[in-house]
């Protein structure tokens, strides 16, 4: 399989958990995201909905926190 570089924008305090991932888990932190990007596309829409609403509180409750 073929890979290709993709590059996006995270809040900061998501990328602290990622760090904090990858170093309990002694993976690197673009197999977390790669792993987690392929449990996301896999998931029926409704899960999906759902997960998306989580990160959208996370977002919010982290800058109103700032």
Known sequence: ???????FEMPEDLKKKLIECARR?????TFIMRAAL???ITLDQKKQ????????QFV???VAVK
Do not use: D, P
């Open 1 to 7: 399989m073929k890979n290709i570089t993709s590059s």
């Open 25 to 29: 888990s002694g993976r690197k932190q």
């Open 38 to 40: 392929y449990h996301f």
């Open 49 to 56: 909905e759902s997960l998306v609403e989580k990160y959208l």
């Open 60 to 62: 919010s409750v982290n």
